[in-house]
C-alpha cells in the first residue's frame, strides 16, 4: 500500500508518465482530458474550488500593459498550482482586455515521438471537467501553412501528454472560457524546430492585441532544496534580460533549466519580435516551499512569468531599457546618452589598463558638472550572461567618474566571490554602471514601492543592501525584504518590522554597455 502511495505522488510531482484515457476519444477532434481526477480534480466543482484558492492566494502588481506571453508550471496541482495561479490572476486582473482572444499554448512531450516535428492541434476542442474550449482553427492552419511537413495535426502526440491540458483549466477560470486555443506540442525539442515554430508564428500575420502565448514548462528537477533555488535563479536571470543565447548556453552546460525549454525560447525569440519590452516574474517556488516532505526525494521549480508591451506602471525600475533617462522617484536625476557612454567607456579602460600593466588610470576631470558631481555607483561585470563581479558604494565618497573609475578596478578585482578577472576575458566582459539616487530613510517597511525601490537595512553593525534589480527574482515584498535580512545583513527573517532597525530606499539609474550598442 506504501509502495502505491508514493509512486501516485511521484507521477503528480515530477511530471511523469499520466493516467491514460480512451483513446478513441483522444483521437477524435474533442481533446479529453488524460490526467483530470489524478493531477488535477475530476469533477468541476472540485476543480474550481482548487484554482479559486489558489488564485486568491496570489498577489501580484497591476500590469497596466499589454501581457503578449505568459509561462507557467504544468506539475499537478497540489504541486505547482499556487505557483500557476500568479500567471493567470494577471489575466484575471484585466479579464475584459482578454476575454475572447486566442491562446497559443506551446508545451512539448514528455514520451518522445519517433515522428520528428512539431503538432498543431488544429481542429474541434479541447475538453476539461470546466467544459470545452474550441480550437481556433483558421489561426491553427496558418501556422501550420509555413511548413507542413514540420508542422502537422498529430494527435496522438497530445493524447496522453499533460503539459498543455495542466494549463486549460487555470485559462477557462480566468477569462470565463471565453478565448479560443492553439495547441502546439514539440514532439522533440530541437534547435532547428524552434527557429521553425517562431518563423511559423511571425508569418501567420497574428493580431497580437487579441492573441497570448501561454508556455507550459518546469523548471529544474530533483535537485537538493538549495541547489535548485541557485540553479533557478540564475535560469531566471536569462529569461528576465531576454537573453536567449546566455540561457541556451547555460543549458548546453548540462543544466535541466527548463523541461520545456524549446517553448521558453520559441516565446522569448518571438516576444522580441513583436513588442514585449519587459519581462516581470511573477512568482517563483519549488515544490519543497509548497509541500516541505516532498524535500527528501529532490525538489522541482516552478516560475510564473508575464512578457508585456512596455513598462508597466508597478515595474517603472525593471525594464533594462537603457535609453531611460530618468531615475523614477530622483529629483530629476538624469544621465544623456553622451554621459552615459563616457561614463562606461572610462569603465572599460580601467579594466582594461589596469589588469594589462597594474596601474590606475588617471583620467582628466570632465568640465561636465553632472559627471564631476558626487554620486554613489555600483559597478556590475557580467561574462557569457553570468556575474562575473559587483562592487559599489551606498554613499557617495567623491565625483562620479572617479567613483565609476575605483568601482571598475574593484568589481574585476576585489570581488570576494570571484577571482580577478584575466586578461583573456575582457572582451567577454559586458559592463554596467547604475548610479544611485541620495539614501533617503522612511519610518516603516511599508513605504517600500517594489520594482522601484533599492532598500538598505541596518541594525548597529550590521546592514545589507538589495539593488531594484532584485525585484525581479524576488518580487513579493515580505520575501524580498526577508531575504535582504538573512542573507545580506544576517538578521531574523522580520527583522524589517524592529523598531531599532534603520530602512533607507533609493532609486537606480542603470546601463550597460550592450544596451548601449558597445558591445
Same mark, same amino acid.
Given at each position: ?109 514528455h514520451r518522445p515521438q519517433l ?75 530541437? +534547435? !532547428? /524546430?524552434?527557429?521553425? *515554430?517562431?518563423?511559423?508564428? %511571425? &508569418? ?22 538549495n541547489d535548485a533555488v541557485s ?103 538624469? +544621465? !544623456? /546618452?553622451?554621459?552615459? *557612454?563616457?561614463?562606461?567607456? %572610462? &569603465? ?172
Amino acid at each position: 500500500m506504501r509502495c502505491g502511495i508514493t509512486i501516485f505522488i511521484f507521477l503528480i510531482l515530477f511530471s511523469g508518465c499520466a493516467v491514460s484515457s480512451d483513446k478513441e476519444d483522444n483521437m477524435s477532434d474533442v481533446r479529453k482530458p488524460a490526467v483530470a481526477g489524478s493531477w488535477y480534480p475530476g469533477d468541476a466543482d472540485s476543480l474550481e474550488r482548487m484554482i479559486s484558492s489558489f488564485i486568491d492566494d496570489a498577489e501580484i502588481p497591476d500590469i497596466d500593459d499589454r501581457i503578449l506571453g505568459l509561462i507557467a508550471p504544468h506539475a499537478g496541482y497540489f504541486y505547482s498550482g499556487p505557483v500557476a495561479a500568479y500567471a493567470f490572476k494577471a489575466l484575471m486582473k484585466n479579464q475584459a482586455r482578454y476575454k475572447g482572444n486566442t491562446v497559443i499554448l506551446i508545451g512539448f512531450s514528455h514520451r518522445p515521438q519517433l515522428w520528428q516535428g512539431i503538432s498543431v492541434w488544429s481542429k474541434g476542442y479541447w475538453e476539461t471537467p470546466l467544459g470545452k474550449v474550441s480550437v481556433d482553427e483558421k489561426l491553427a492552419q496558418k501556422i501550420m501553412a509555413f511548413d507542413t511537413g514540420k508542422l502537422q495535426y498529430k494527435p496522438e502526440v497530445h493524447a496522453e501528454e499533460h503539459s498543455l491540458e495542466m494549463e486549460v483549466p487555470f485559462l477557462q477560470y480566468a477569462l470565463d472560457n471565453n478565448f479560443k486555443l492553439v495547441p502546439i506540442s514539440f514532439a522533440n525539442q530541437t +534547435l !532547428n /524546430d524552434i527557429e521553425n *515554430l517562431v518563423s511559423a508564428i %511571425l &508569418a501567420a500575420d497574428i493580431d497580437w492585441n487579441k492573441t497570448i502565448m501561454v508556455v507550459s514548462t518546469d523548471m529544474s528537477h530533483y535537485h537538493p532544496y538549495n541547489d535548485a533555488v541557485s540553479l533557478d535563479q540564475k535560469t531566471l536571470e536569462y529569461v528576465l534580460d531576454g537573453d536567449t543565447e546566455g540561457l541556451l548556453g547555460w543549458m548546453q552546460q548540462g543544466t535541466d533549466a527548463f523541461c520545456g525549454w524549446g517553448a521558453v525560447l520559441t516565446a522569448m525569440l518571438t516576444m522580441q519580435k513583436i513588442g514585449a519590452k519587459n519581462t516581470v516574474l511573477l512568482k517563483y517556488a519549488n515544490s519543497g516551499d509548497i509541500q516541505p516532505s516532498s524535500m527528501g526525494r529532490g525538489v522541482v521549480g516552478y516560475c510564473s512569468v508575464a512578457f508585456i508591451t512596455g513598462e508597466s506602471s508597478s515595474n517603472t525600475d525593471d525594464s533594462g531599457d537603457s535609453s531611460n533617462e530618468t531615475a523614477p522617484g530622483t529629483d530629476d536625476y538624469s +544621465l !544623456n /546618452d553622451e554621459q552615459k *557612454l563616457y561614463l562606461l567607456k %572610462l &569603465a572599460r579602460n580601467t579594466i582594461e589598463t589596469y589588469i594589462k600593466t597594474g596601474k590606475k588610470l588617471e583620467p582628466e576631470k570632465p568640465s561636465d558638472t553632472k559627471l564631476a558631481g558626487d554620486a554613489p555607483v555600483f559597478v556590475t561585470l557580467h561574462s557569457n550572461g553570468m556575474l562575473r563581479g559587483c562592487i559599489g558604494q551606498m554613499i557617495a565618497r567623491g565625483p562620479l567618474y572617479l567613483a565609476v573609475r575605483d568601482m571598475a578596478i574593484a568589481a574585476s578585482t576585489e570581488d570576494p566571490r570571484f577571482q580577478p578577472v584575466k586578461e583573456s576575458e575582457l572582451d567577454a566582459i559586458d559592463i554596467e554602471v547604475s548610479v544611485l539616487s541620495p539614501l533617503r530613510k522612511i519610518d516603516s517597511w511599508e513605504e517600500i514601492e517594489p520594482f522601484r525601490h533599492g532598500v538598505y537595512v541596518k541594525q548597529g553593525w550590521r546592514s545589507g543592501v538589495f539593488l531594484p534589480q532584485v525585484w525581479k527574482q524576488i518580487p513579493d515584498k515580505e520575501s524580498f525584504l526577508g531575504e535582504l535580512c538573512t542573507q545580506k545583513a544576517h538578521l531574523d527573517v522580520d527583522c524589517y518590522k524592529s523598531s531599532d532597525v534603520e530602512l533607507y530606499v533609493y532609486t537606480v539609474l542603470e546601463f550597460d554597455e550592450k544596451g548601449s550598442g558597445l558591445k
